[in-house]
């Protein structure tokens, strides 16, 4: 992913359930991807994290985004796709569908896109939600 300060950064998150079945999750990890986002930089850092936290030969499962690179970073066998990756790409294709909604995506895609490079922008837009009472997310 890309932060709001415009560093490719890979987030290193795990998942596990106790001994009781109490799901649970921790942050390991945010590391900058100063090299090359490739599948071998990616999974290079992935095996990494997993040997400073002593979990090598632990992780039976991976869940990525669907882009290629990760697709290419982890077989089928050991990985799974994000489900809120599969929805977004399921609402795209719905929403254009029809042009209207097509072209207020679009809009709002822009809009998205300025905010998380400009933080000048993303705050006069939260200046602006306050100003109307609106929730900020």
Same mark, same amino acid.
């Given at each position: 992913g890309s932060s709001s300060v415009l560093k490719s950064v890979v987030d290193i998150n795990f998942h596990y359930v106790?001994? *009781?079945? !109490?799901?649970? /999750? /921790?942050? @390991? *990890?945010v590391l900058e991807m100063k090299e090359s986002k490739t599948a071998i930089n990616y999974r290079k850092r992935v095996k990494e994290t997993e040997k400073h936290f002593g979990l090598e030969? &632990?992780?039976? +499962?991976?869940?990525? *985004? #669907?882009?290629?690179? $990760?697709n290419a970073a982890f077989s089928n066998t050991e990985r799974n796709g994000c489900f809120a990756h599969i929805e977004s790409k399921a609402s795209k294709k719905s929403l254009d569908? !029809? &042009?209207? @909604? &097509?072209? $207020?995506? +679009?809009? @709002?895609? /822009?809009?998205?896109?300025? +905010? #998380?490079?400009? +933080? /000048?922008? $993303?705050?006069?837009?939260?200046d602006q939600q306050k100003r109307r009472g609106l929730r900020i997310l």
């Open positions: 106790t001994e *009781d079945f !109490q799901p649970k /999750k /921790k942050i @390991l *990890d030969g &632990k992780v039976f +499962s991976y869940t990525t *985004d #669907n882009e290629a690179t $990760m569908k !029809q &042009k209207t @909604l &097509k072209v $207020m995506r +679009s809009k @709002l895609r /822009k809009i998205s896109k300025k +905010s #998380n490079k400009s +933080s /000048k922008f $993303m705050y006069a837009i939260q």
